[in-house]
């Protein structure tokens, strides 16, 4: 802070800004503490609580949601306890398709945000721009649009057979590759973006110093480029396979009875009667605790980075 | 005027062996010509330096030669071999960066052994050499640092370890000292300069700062809006400039209008502002007529009753510590820079003092317009 020329007492005006900070970061905790901490932990709750029938809670605690997650007691509960593979299979597959979205985006999205960053810099943020222009449509509204697309009798089947390329529509509505052409289409912005900001402050005569000495185009960007924007990769995958994890829309919409991910599996627990409580909250505390398991990884390995 | 191998006395007429030839030159961006046939020779074990103000096109024609810009037309010539079209990591010189462009997540030792690495030299030689690179450059004790961790000076010389450490045929130099402060400037252009004559390797260093050209080069060539001016030696470029450019570019220096009379042997009679009888030697292709010569302030000085070669009235005295500086109005209201050394035996001209001048032999130098 600097001083107060009327009082001239530096002291003062930094007792003044250390006395402003309680009341000002007051409606960041607010926000924080209802909308992130009160919900986690209602929902932390809720997974060791007992299932009402209709949907809902009884108040008596129960480890049941845990123990249904991984253990399979039979039809009527009085089997010896086998592992359970329905749940860790759905859980398995999400975090395929979600990690093939991730790459996908990082395949495509790299070049992109390479394109962009290297472009004159009046027209980077009409490329900018143009890549956020679709977002400005709900999520809910393009993937249903997408559904329409990608159908037996779309535009993109009709195109095909149109140009002979296929002889019957594919069949492409309800499989995997919806739900991934869904992902991905959702998500790539998350990845371009911040690759763009660390290659547009990337010093392109580390490039061409690597160049000089020796290295070839493709050695420079393995050795030289990749280390250098590696920051805005990781944020880049970090922002795509998370949400990808838990989408429920695109493998809901896009995806059939057998591209079933974790976030439908949630959403569906908490959904009319049939839905299941303290279930559907024990599945979402065990994607939360792989997802911060995954940040904390990349915690770690970034402040080891740092030295 | 393009590319002018002056036939000035100092010019090294024939180099020896031609390290770099560049022939006619072109560089084009969109109907820009950044370089407008740009012919040089720089010869083996030379250090040749491109002078230029900013935009005269000395970065890109370095830039050309280290294969970063292609050029439109011409030959660049390595050794004899046309390597034009070869990319950068084809061609045999290195590159020191204005701005170092060091690897920010290699050691020190990585990065100057980063050329012989890429080259494929085996891992224990890598190490001998890039440890003799760094005790060369004094850095020995800093190997296993990042680039973020040294100072300027240090960064520049872990640039310029990583750059001989391939043990280039050509070494460049991109403005490599204009990121250091003052006192560090002129320590490393000593140490440059002993530098590249132990290594042996040919030099070719750009810069703006017509001191440090002066002080380092075996020849210079002045460039200006995408030409080569004149090319010489530091006396040569110094006391002979060819043209209007070179001698204002070059130190400081009157710029005054003559008439010039007759011209005989390259001594042509000059009649300067009403003060006739003074010679000046002459460029080729000058004919007598109105034109402008130079005269370099210290080669003026207070003349003794009856010996002037030129009055003026003093206009202003300003006291420099090692050197007086007078701004004199000749008649022709010209004003007239003297540098005069400070000694304690001169007595200060005053102000409107109506003083006379002695021109050194030789000093009046006729430009080319």
């Known amino acids: 802070m600097a001083a107060d020329p009327a009082t001239g007492s530096a002291t003062r005006g930094g007792t003044g800004w250390r006395e402003l900070v309680a009341p000002l970061l007051l409606p960041s905790w607010l926000v924080i503490g209802i909308f992130l901490v009160v919900p986690v932990a209602l929902m932390a709750t809720y997974s060791f609580l007992t299932k009402d029938f209709r949907g809902g809670i009884v108040w008596q605690f129960s480890l049941d949601a845990y123990d249904q997650f991984f253990l399979d007691r039979g039809l009527f509960g009085d089997e010896p306890p086998q592992p359970n593979w329905n749940y860790i299979a759905i859980f398995w597959r999400s975090i395929w398709q979600a990690g093939l979205a991730t790459l996908l985006c990082l395949v495509i999205g790299f070049p992109t945000a390479w394109f962009i960053a290297t472009r004159n810099p009046r027209h980077r943020a009409l490329w900018i721009f143009l890549i956020t222009v679709p977002y400005w449509v709900n999520l809910l509204i393009r993937t249903v649009s997408m559904r329409f697309l990608l159908r037996d009798q779309g535009p993109f089947n009709e195109a095909l057979l149109a140009l002979g390329l296929v002889d019957s529509p594919l069949r492409i509505i309800n499989t995997d590759v919806a739900v991934q052409i869904g992902l991905f289409y959702s998500y790539l912005p998350f990845m371009v973006l911040p690759i763009y900001a660390a290659v547009e402050r990337y010093d392109f005569s580390l490039s061409e110093a690597a160049r000089d000495l020796y290295a070839g185009p493709w050695t420079t960007l393995r050795v030289i480029v990749l280390p250098a924007v590696k920051p805005g990769i990781v944020a880049g995958c970090i922002l795509v396979f998370v949400p990808s994890l838990g989408a429920f829309l695109a493998p809901d919409l896009l995806g059939g009875a057998r591209t079933y991910m974790i976030g439908s599996l949630i959403d569906e627990q908490f959904r009319g009667s049939a839905g299941n409580w303290p279930f559907g909250s024990a599945a979402a505390m065990i994607l939360l605790t792989m997802v911060l398991a995954v940040l904390l990884w990349h915690a770690r390995s970034a402040g080891r980075e740092q030295r | ?369």
């Open chain 2, 1 to 369: 005027m393009s590319s002018v191998q002056s036939k000035i006395p100092g010019t090294r007429e024939s180099p020896q062996r031609e390290a770099v030839g560049i022939k006619r030159v072109v560089k084009r961006y969109g109907s820009f010509e950044a370089l407008k046939g740009v012919s040089l020779s720089i010869a083996d074990n030379e250090f040749f330096t491109l002078l230029g103000p900013s935009g005269c096109g000395k970065t890109t024609l370095l830039r050309s030669i280290a294969g970063f810009e292609e050029v439109s037309e011409g030959e660049i010539a390595l050794f004899g071999s046309n390597i034009a079209t070869l990319p950068p990591e084809r061609r045999p010189v290195n590159t020191v960066f204005q701005q170092y462009a060091l690897f920010p997540h290699m050691s020190v030792r990585e990065n100057v052994a980063f050329g012989l690495r890429m080259k494929g030299v085996a891992p224990a030689e890598r190490e001998v050499r890039a440890a003799e690179m760094l005790e060369m450059v004094h850095l020995s004790d800093f190997a296993d640092r990042l680039p973020s961790q040294l100072s300027g000076g240090q960064q520049q010389r872990v640039a310029l370890a990583r750059a001989l450490a391939p043990r280039p045929r050509v070494l460049l130099l991109d403005e490599p000292l204009s990121a250091l402060d003052l006192k560090l400037r002129q320590a490393m252009r000593v140490e440059l300069k002993q530098l590249q004559e132990t290594t042996g390797i040919t030099f070719v260093f750009v810069t703006h700062d017509q001191e440090e050209a002066l002080a380092m080069s075996d020849r210079i060539a002045v460039m200006s809006a995408g030409e080569v001016q004149q090319v010489g030696n530091p006396q040569a470029i110094y006391e002979a400039p060819i043209n209007r450019f070179v001698a204002d570019f070059i130190g400081e220096t009157n710029v005054l209008p003559v008439t010039v009379g007759e011209i005989t042997g390259g001594v042509a009679k000059v009649d300067l502002a009403g003060c006739r009888g003074l010679t000046a030697s002459a460029p080729e292709g000058v004919v007598p007529g109105a034109h402008h010569v130079s005269i370099r302030p210290e080669r003026l000085s207070l003349a003794a009753t009856g010996e002037a070669d030129l009055t003026a009235r003093v206009q202003r005295v300003v006291y420099l510590g090692t050197d007086l500086q007078l701004l004199a109005r000749l008649a022709d209201d010209t004003v007239l820079t003297v540098r005069l050394q400070n000694s304690a035996r001169t007595s200060l001209p005053r102000q409107g003092e109506e003083i006379g001048f002695r021109i050194e032999e030789g000093a009046v130098r006729l430009l080319v317009d």
